[in-house]
């Protein structure tokens, strides 16, 4: 509960900085965010249940194969472009990004929780937010806030305590 409470409260000092407050649109942004980590969450929750049940590997390749029909649901019904319009490029860049961020890590996380269990994944998760910070330093040169290293402190400290435990 300690860990939980760190991570968020890390999350949440990141995300409260005066530019954040600025930005239009910031309400609509914040939802659409608390909508992805709630689904993120029961995804999480359900995963720990299920992974035991069907194993590791075949409860992520169900949970691929819904994805992928969800996307194309998707597609079909908001884009009038043809799927077979686009150049081969994009085809190439399309499935490696598939592979290397999607597929590749989805196996590996369920493998994750498998071992450790869904609880300490999902704070274990929560460091993803530090590593779009360090990342926009060094790759964008976004600027580092005082916020940002409160918050980063905060999740650090949270993701530790779940690391001492096992």
């Known amino acids: 509960m300690m860990a939980l409470a760190f991570t968020y ?3 949440f000092v990141v995300f409260m900085n005066d530019n954040l407050l600025a930005q239009k649109n910031a309400a609509l942004g914040a ?3 608390f909508g992805s980590a709630f689904t993120y969450a029961i995804y999480l929750i359900g995963s720990g249940r299920l992974i035991p049940k069907f194993g590791s590997v075949r409860f992520t390749a169900y949970v691929m194969m819904v994805s ?3 996307v194309m649901v998707h597609y079909l019904f908001f884009h009038t472009t043809s799927f077979t319009a686009f150049p081969v490029p994009v085809y190439i860049l399309g499935f490696s990004i598939a592979i290397i961020s999607t597929v ?3 196996f590996l996380v369920s493998e994750g929780i498998k071992i450790i ?3 300490q994944a999902s704070i274990i998760a929560s460091i993803g937010p530090v590593a779009t ?9 976004e600027p580092i806030t005082v916020y940002e290293m409160m918050g980063t402190g905060l999740v650090l400290t949270g993701v530790l305590l779940v690391g001492s435990q096992k």
Do not use: E, K, R
């Not at 910070?133 to 040169?141: R, S, W, Y």
């Open 9 to 11: 409260a890390g999350i």
């Open 31 to 33: 939802l659409l965010i």
């Open 68 to 70: 992928c029909a969800s």
């Open 104 to 106: 590749i890590p989805t």
């Open 117 to 119: 269990g869904a609880g």
């Open 133 to 141: 910070i360090v990342m926009g330093f060094f790759i964008l040169h």
